[in-house]
């Protein structure tokens, strides 16, 4: 089931924040961040584990509400380099074997001088 | 080190070609994924190798043919694709039974004609 992203767009200026949602109505094993530059791969953001972490890299951290099945993606004081699509990845974990992430459609953030 | 390396970076094929895509690893990872990607879209996933075995086959045409040689490499053969298939191909690779972070390779621009 493909987890549900929100905005779909967004456009900020340098300097400021940004937050993306990242929503399932499975129980989740863990969500996977990626962001993708025009024309190259994506690229592994971090990592939230179910149990209600919260991680950081840089100016960009991301929570995981395990009730909720949600995570959002907070990106402070955003940067040019910001700029691209950012996708959730959902891991279920539904059974043996089962090692496959669904992508949501993807949340295309511009940052702007 | 976090590298996947694809072969050829574009592709031009005809609609009664065959060609090969190559993908390869050399982090010890014992799962490796095809994606194709539309424009504006996610990656969607096509086939899960894991352990060398054929795990998800995402009811993907016969035209596609994946084959896993080794650990270490992922083919993707094509034949007879039609002009829909055209797309960027994604390969990555992950260690399953650890957080199972995906590594994404720059993939194959494929254009058929």
């Known amino acids: 089931q493909q987890p549900v992203q929100s905005p779909q767009a967004v456009i900020l200026r340098e300097g400021e924040d940004a937050v993306i949602n990242c929503s399932s109505s499975k129980a989740l094993y863990s969500v996977h961040w990626y962001r993708q530059k025009h024309g190259e791969a994506p690229v592994f953001l971090m990592i939230l584990l179910k149990g209600g972490e919260q991680k950081g890299h840089d100016k960009i951290s991301a929570s995981f509400n395990e009730k909720k099945q949600q995570s959002s993606l907070y990106l402070t004081a955003s940067q040019l380099s910001y700029s691209g699509t950012y996708f959730c990845g959902t891991d279920l974990r539904s059974g043996a074997g089962s090692y496959q992430l669904t992508f949501g459609k993807g949340t295309k953030l511009s940052v702007i001088p | 080190d976090t590298e996947v390396t694809q072969t050829p970076k574009h592709l031009v094929m005809g609609m009664t070609n065959k060609k090969s895509l190559k993908c390869e690893q050399h982090m010890g990872h014992r799962a490796m994924y095809w994606y194709k990607q539309k424009a504006k879209k996610p990656p969607e996933l096509m086939f899960v190798?894991?352990?060398?075995?054929?795990?998800i086959n995402e009811s993907v045409p016969s035209r596609f043919s994946p084959e896993c040689p080794n650990s270490s490499l992922l083919n993707l053969h094509l034949h007879a694709l039609q002009p829909e298939d055209s797309a960027l191909y994604l390969c990555?690779?992950?260690?399953?039974?650890?957080?199972?972070?995906?590594?994404f390779g720059a993939g194959t621009r494929l254009s058929v004609l």
């Open positions: 190798y894991s352990y060398e075995k054929l795990s």
């Open positions: 990555a690779s992950s260690q399953p039974l650890a957080k199972n972070i995906q590594y």
